[in-house]
């Protein structure tokens, strides 16, 4: 079980690299067997193209210790386990540093829902984060950038809009596996690049109204989705 949670965390990162959505070593996938409470995740600073399966670092979730691997996990690993602590049915996170996402990050600024192909994948605006004060990038800076998070979403569906933007920083996504987390890594950058676009045309424009945002959202998700093939 935990070879094959390796297996597909590595092909995760490597497929995060395919899509173009990193640069250098700048991102990470982590994947978890909830069973054992086993987290799987890329090492810090391996490139891409030398990462295999037996690179990937086993960690226990409560404790955040290393239980096989040799090398550092990904130094982003504090916030993964903050958001697996906090987000029952995420069985894979991502991190990315990829352009038109961070853009609005920097600026500390949602992603509105500016049309419906946001809509059919979001439920609703991807939230930004607070910044995080001196005092928390002082401290555990990784667990509190997870704990930043985990208070965006206070309220918040974390299945419905499995994504942010840290202040500052850049996006973090989420899914029920790895390979899920990377799709909305993916997905994420598509409508951001569309909504600075959009923004460039016509700096005033605002979300789309609710009942569209709805009506394309719930034909996707959720048991009235008829999108697809059963």
Known sequence: MLARLREAVCEANLEL?????????????????RDSGTVAIKPS???YDALTAADIVLLDLLS????WGDLRPSSDTPTHL????????????AHTHSPSATAFAQAGLPLPCLGTTHADHFHGDVPVTRMLTAEEVGGAYEANTGGVIVETFSGRDPLGVPAVLVAGHGPFTWGETAAAAVKNSVVLEA??????GTLQLRSSQRSIPQYLMERH???????GAYYGQR
């Open 17 to 33: 690299a395919a899509r173009g959505l990193v640069t250098y070593t700048w991102g990470n996938v982590s994947g978890i067997d």
């Open 217 to 223: 959202y719930r034909r996707k998700h959720g048991p």
């Open 191 to 196: 409508v951001a690049e569309m909504g600075l």
């Open 64 to 67: 955040g210790k290393v239980i």
């Open 45 to 47: 600073g391996v490139d």
């Open 82 to 93: 903050a958001l697996y602590r906090a987000f029952a049915g995420v069985g894979g996170v």
